[in-house]
């Protein structure tokens, strides 16, 4: 018999839903069947825990006496260059953006200590940041520089917006070259001496509705340690990937666009991150609840590790020259084994997403939901899915012809 | 007074690591747990390890390893974990040369062994959040 979201949020209100998280519907579905389990459970919860670089903020500082406008302004948040584009006093920081005085790899590998991440972390958990712009003045904006000490408490408005979080699967990353090499997916060692991945697997909350049936725009979710929403597909939206027959995709394919109110968010899940010879991050906190509104999509909650594919790619050579290849594929039991079996080699493995943090992600979701203090969306709009034809392109390439003989 | 430390021996090629260590155990009465041990046959070895006995058993066992031609170092840099700051995603767990970290059955929470770490520092920059700390 199939619900409706309306339903199931009366229970909610009245503390008789009962929620379980994607993992604990695996053995429910085991124990119980399908038909029974889909009467029984009302919502499922996911989480996922891991750096997101394509997430940031924007906020809104106040007018100072005078007024200044940062519109095409030098902008810094603790020395971090912000993007300060937009009308007089809104600032958008990136996770990834680095200090002008950060040495880069200039010694390879790079330390990468402080970025966007970390500011984002440090503004969340309510310390102050150090704000300096320098522009011109105007009739009517005369200040040209400004230093001042901002936090978000002061802050007029403060939002967390990732343009692509959550990706549904990822890829697992190797070596296969003789010198150890520093990625966005960690030290990957010589020889495929490790692999590494980034996917809760089982408790992602892509993964647990492959076929975007419940998650769309607008759905409400737990963001950064408070609630936000869906507000757009992610950036690189790939639905058209290769699928299992359960429809599980076997690369990375739908992704989100995040929004949600900074201010309510915590530093536990909005964390600053260095990657060594790469770069800085940010992870994020996200975790879904999937309405249980009938069979088909209880099915696809319990998805197991043991049913969702991984394909191991080669990070130095096939991924920065961007060639298509494909060096096999594991399953994400496999891989939280702590070994895979490659090529006739044991390869150890570890992973950049955090289980444990994506499970109390999924536990929070549900203790929000028996307490009656999270109520489910109902989506404006799906996400495209792959009747859309929509698919991830590569760079067209045109070079520019310069004619710099004068 | 019995004493416990964590020391760094490198031994020239001509040296066999057993032979030092039966004759640490026999004669010296002391007992050794090797967290650590890099011997390429023919080349200059290392080992890591926790030398434990009375301390006048230990003084004289390190004197006898100094006369031999072991070069002997303090592991006097202790890593320790911030636990405010470990998310537990476990990208150390393929750097750490000795195993330190162990992922928990259940929960999936990294665990970090103190006593099988020897210091060497790889994890400090291989780690996100920066969570593993150099103490002197
Ligand atoms: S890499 Fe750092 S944060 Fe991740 S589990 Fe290890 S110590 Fe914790
Ligand atoms: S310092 Fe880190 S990598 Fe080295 S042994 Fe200790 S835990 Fe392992």
Redesign the pocket.
Known sequence: MPKTIEEINAKIKAGKAVVVNAEEVIGIVREKGIARSAVDIDVVTTGTFAPMCSSGIYFNIGHSKPRIKLEAARTYLNDVPAYSGFAAIDIMLGATALPESDPRNKIHPGDFNYGGGHVIEELVSGKDVCLSAATYGTDCYPRKKLETWINIRDLNDAVLYNFRNAYQNYNVAVNVSDKTIYTYLGILKPRMGNAVYCCAGQLSPLLNDPWYKTIGIGTRVFLGGGSGYIAWPGTQFNPSVPRTEAGIPKRGAATLSLIGDLKNMQPRWLRGVSMQGYGVSLSVGVGIPIPVLNEEILAHTAVTDDDIPATIIDYSRDYPQNLPDVLGEVTYAQLRSGRIRFNNRDIPTASLS?YSRALEIANILKEWMNQGAFLLSQPVTPLPGIESGLAFKPLNYRPVERNNSS | MKVSRKIVLHFPARLVEEAIAYRLVKEYNLQFNILKASIIPDSEGFIVLELTGEQEDYDRGVRFLTKIGVNIEALSQNVV?NED?????????TVCPTGA?EIEPGTRR?L?MHDRCIACSM?LK????R??ELHF
Do not use: D, E, Y
């Not at chain 2, 700051?85 to 767990?93: E, N, S």
């Not at chain 2, 291989?126 to 959040?129: F, G, K, Q, S, Y």
């Open positions: 955090s | 974990r700051k470990c998310t537990h995603c476990g990208a150390c767990l970290f990294v970090f994890c291989a780690c996100p959040p969570a593993m």
